[in-house]
C-alpha cells in the first residue's frame, strides 16, 4: 500500500505554539509524531509515503531530509491550503489502482494499520474508516451492520436515532474511486466527499476498534496528556523492563515559587517525579532544555542530582529519580543539637565545592536558558531592579526608584564580581533544593545553573531564610568553607572574604525581590512568613564597616 499522512493544517488549536513548531513535528519522549506514524506505517508493509504541507513548510521538509526512513518519503507542499479531501485529490498522481491509506499526523494510536489494510481488501466498498467509542467526539452515525450513515458536526448529535455514535479515528483507507466525488479545484473536506458516496448510494464501511490506545493531541491539554502517559510508560520500562505496563499512580506535589508542576508517579513498588515544565513556547532556549542539559553534564561530572531517566523538552515533560520528601530545611529543624546542624552543612559546603569546581570543567554556556554567567547586567536588573520594584514598590509600597540607588547598585555589582572565584554556579543554592534521601545529599533545581562566583552559591546556603541560621553558625560555617577553597586552590582568603560579602547584599536583593512578586503578584502567601528573616540577614549584611558605601541602600533598608 501507499499513504498519506495529512499534516498540512494550521494547528489553530494548539495555539501558541503552533506558531513556531507544525503540529506533526510536536514530539513525544523526543519522537516527533510524523516519525510515530511513518514508523507505524512501515511496520504496517507501506511501501511509499507523502505528506501534505502548508503551514511552516520548510520544517517539516527539513526534518524529513535529514531522516533515514526504510521507504521513501515525499513532501507535497499546498502553497493554498486545500483541505482534507483537496489534499487527497492533490496527490492523485501517486496513487496507483489500489487502495490507498490516509492518516491524520496529530493523532496517536497502537492500533494495528496492517489489519486496518487487510480489512478493507476483505470487503468491496469503497472507504472503510476506523472508528473507536470516545465520548468527546462521536460524530459518527454507524448501523448495526457496521455501515456509516452519516456525519454530525458534534458528538453525540441526535442525527441517527437507533445508530451508534462512535468517533473517526483520522484513519482510513480509500479505492480510487473516491477520486470521482472530490472536485477538481479549491479547498474540500473528504467527509463531504463521503457524504457525496452516501447520496449516491454508495456504502462507507466501518472498522471499530475497541481496547486499543487512540488519542487526538489536537489541544494544548490533549497533547500534554498524551504525552505525559506514553512517557510515563517509558520511564517505568527503563528502570524496569516491562514495568511500564502496569496501572500507574499520579500524585501532584506541592511545588515552590517556579510555575512548573510536580508530580510523583508510582507503577508497583517503582517510583519516579515528573517534572512538567509547560509546552515549549519559544524557539530558543528553554527551562526545560536547560534543566536536561545541565542536569545530565552535573551527572557526568559526579555531582550528587537525581538521574533524569527520560526528557523531552518539547512537551516540557522530565522523569526523574525520586529522592522522597526531606529536604536541608527539614533535617535542620529536626537537629538535635548545633553540632549537629553544623556536621550538615560542612558535607554540604564540600559538595558545593567540589561541584563548583568539577562541573564548570566542560560547562557549555549555550545550556543556560538566561544568561550565560554570572553578569554585571544579571546583578542590575534579575537583582537590584527587582529587589526595588517587587519588594520595596510592590510589597512594602515604598515610593523608590532604581535610579535613585543606581550608582550604589552599579558600585555593588563590580565589587560582587571583582572578588568572584568563578566556577560552576547553582544560582539557587537553598535548602529546600538540597535533597537528602538513603543517607545522601543531592542537589535540584539547577536549571538556573551557569558560570559564576562560588561565593554566590555559598551565601545562598548561609543566609538562607527559609533556614535562618543564627549568625555565629554562619560565621562558623563561612570560615569552615574559605579553610577549604584555599587549602584546595591558591585563592587569598581576604578576597574570598569581600566576594561573599558582596554576593551576600546581591542574593539577599534577589531572595525578597522574588518574595514580593510571589506572594504580591502570584499569590503566593506561604512566602510571606520568611519574609522578616530575608530582611534581618540584608540589615545584618549591610551593617558591615565595608558597606559604609552604600549609604543610600543602607537607610532605606534600616527603615524597614
Known sequence: MKALILAAGFGTR??????????ALFTIGGRPVLDLAIEQLQMAGCRAIVVNTHHLPNRIENHVDQQHYRIPVHIRHEPQILGTGGAVRNVADFWDEKPFMVINADIVSDIDLRKVYRFHNSH??????????????????VDEKGFVVGFSERPNDPLA??????????????????????P????????????????AGGQIVSLTVQNRYWQDIGTPDAYRRVSAQLMARQAFDRIRPGGGQRKIETVPLAGDGSDRRWFRLSCGRQSLVMADHGVRNQSGTTEADAFVAIGRHLKQAGVAVPEIVLFDTFSGLVF??????????????QAESTEEVLNHYRAV?????????????????????????????????????????????TYCGQPVRTADLAGEFSLLADRALAGAVTGFMHRDFQSRNIMVHAGKTYFIDFQGGRLGPLQYDLASLLIDPYVDLPPEVRSSLLEFAVDSICLQSNIDPQRFRSGYDYCCLTRNLQILGAFGNLSRKKGKAWFEPYIPAAVRSLKQALSSPRNKELPKLRRIVESL
Open 124 to 141: 468491496p466498498h469503497p472507504v472503510s474508516l476506523v472508528l473507536c467509542p470516545h465520548p468527546d467526539f462521536n460524530t459518527v452515525a
Open 161 to 182: 436515532r437507533g445508530h451508534r455514535m462512535l468517533t473517526f479515528t483520522g484513519i482510513q483507507v480509500l479505492d480510487p474511486t473516491v477520486l470521482d466525488h472530490i
Open 320 to 333: 526523574l529519580e525520586d529522592l522522597g520528601d526531606t529536604c536541608l530545611q527539614q533535617v535542620v529543624r
Open 184 to 199: 477538481p479545484t479549491g479547498f474540500y473536506s473528504i467527509i463531504d466527499a463521503y457524504r457525496s458516496i452516501l447520496a
Open 14 to 23: 494548539l495555539h501558541p505554539f503552533t506558531l513556531h513548531t507544525p503540529k
Open 349 to 393: 559546603i564540600r559538595q558545593l565545592v567540589a561541584m563548583s569546581i568539577d562541573a564548570a570543567g566542560g560547562f557549555n554556556p549555550a545550556w543556560t536558558c538566561q544568561t550565560p554567567t554570572y553578569s554585571r547586567e544579571l546583578i542590575l536588573e534579575k537583582e537590584c531592579r527587582y529587589f526595588v520594584e517587587a519588594f520595596l514598590q
